[in-house]
């Protein structure tokens, strides 16, 4: 398996099993089905760079990952649903087996939160959360 693959499918299986994110979502996708109901959260966009040293072969991905719900009162269930994957993955090596590699390290870089308007000029009160994670993995 290619370690972009590896890392993201760590990230699933973490993400999917965590009871306490779980009972907050509908669902964890990488493909969002058209008829998948809010809250629900997203594997997104990623980055895989070689950081080889002298000793063994290593990558750095980052990995971008969305949180979606329709709140009538504000941001307050896109937050609870980010905190969640905060507390499923920012340290969490022990936790999240990357098949092939080495899960050297995974840490948070940063979270924003915003409204998204599902019709361009309507206000429908779609709240968006973006966290990025940079993780660090070795050849096995």
Do not use: C
Request: hydrophobic share 40%.
């Amino acid at each position: 398996m290619s370690p972009g693959n590896a890392v993201q499918a760590a990230i699933y299986q973490r993400l999917s099993g965590y009871s306490a994110l779980t009972s907050l979502v509908q669902g964890v996708y990488d493909f969002v089905p058209e008829d998948a109901q809010p809250p629900f959260v997203v594997i997104g966009d990623d980055t895989l760079t070689t950081s080889d040293d002298k000793t063994a072969n290593a990558w750095e991905a980052t990995l971008t990952i969305h949180a979606w719900d329709f709140e009538r009162t504000g941001r307050k269930s896109v937050k609870s649903i980010l905190s969640a994957i905060y507390d499923a993955l920012h340290r969490q090596e022990a936790s999240l087996t990357v098949a092939g590699f080495t899960l050297v390290e995974i840490v948070h870089e940063f979270e924003q939160t915003f409204q998204d308007a599902g019709v361009e000029g309507q206000n429908d009160r779609y709240y968006h959360g973006v966290q990025r994670y940079r993780a660090l993995i070795e050849a096995n």
